[in-house]
């Protein structure tokens, strides 16, 4: 079956310290975002990759980082700079620009 | 300009009610209008689009009605049931790869 797996499901993170959040589609997809979800605060686009070796920010790219090395493939890494890093993390592909994005089931990243 | 405005914040419907939630955009550059639902630890799955040239998309229960004079979008689910419990998200996109998403809503439907 087709999809986004992200992966692990729950991340807990200790201060100064940076994590990854991963992330694989399996949809052949060009495009992947990435996302943070607060409560009663929608989706916030952190960075999005058009195509390999491309990525932009989003409109809360502060903290964060990202590499796109292969087209299957788009980790994030929540750094030490990001202050306020608990959230639900949630991954997505499109074929193109203003096409449907898919989302994987998310990564819950806490403070230890 | 920027922003989707989704209302209610939360909902209650009984079995078999007709559940409508509503959306408002300022820019009339969106040109494409998805409905996302979530259930609770999981990705928001699309559960139908529209595009502006079209005044109404129905896929099952599930129906988009889109007034482009009002900047206005909603989704109504007919026959609501237990299981459509979930958190919907409006989106909207104006031929580029970011979505602007709104709040969300939180529909509860009694069994």
């Known amino acids: 079956d087709g999809g986004i797996t992200q992966s692990p499901k729950y991340l807990f993170r200790k201060e100064g310290q940076n994590v990854t959040l991963s992330c694989e589609q399996n949809?052949?997809?060009?495009?992947m975002y990435w996302y943070r979800q607060d409560p009663g605060q929608g989706l916030r686009l952190i960075y999005y990759?058009?195509?390999?070796?491309?990525?932009q920010k989003g409109d809360i790219a502060e903290g964060y980082s990202v590499s796109r090395e292969k087209k299957e493939s788009f980790p994030l890494t929540v750094t030490s700079a990001q202050k306020n890093p608990t959230a639900f993390y949630l991954c997505?592909?499109?074929?193109?620009?203003?096409?449907?994005?898919?989302f994987g089931d998310g990564t819950r990243l806490s403070i230890l | 300009q920027q922003q989707v405005k989704q209302s209610p914040q939360s909902l209650i419907v009984q079995k078999g009610g007709i559940s409508i939630i509503n959306c408002a955009y300022e820019?009339?550059?969106?040109?494409?209008f998805p409905w996302y639902q979530q259930f609770p630890g999981k990705g928001p799955a699309l559960l139908i689009a529209?595009?502006?040239?079209?005044s109404e998309k129905k896929e099952g229960r599930f129906t988009i009605s889109f007034n482009k004079s009002a900047k206005q979008f909603s989704l109504h689910i007919m026959d609501s049931q237990p299981g459509d419990s979930a958190t919907y998200f409006c989106?909207?996109?104006?031929?580029?790869?970011?979505?602007?998403f709104g709040t969300g809503t939180r529909l509860k439907v009694l069994a």
């Open positions: 997505a592909s499109s074929r193109d620009r203003n096409q449907p994005q898919h």
């Open positions: 949809l052949n997809h060009d495009a």
């Open positions: 990759s058009q195509i390999v070796n491309d990525f």
């Open positions: 820019n009339t550059a969106f040109d494409y």
């Open positions: 529209i595009r502006p040239d079209v």
């Open positions: 989106a909207a996109s104006m031929g580029t790869y970011k979505y602007i």
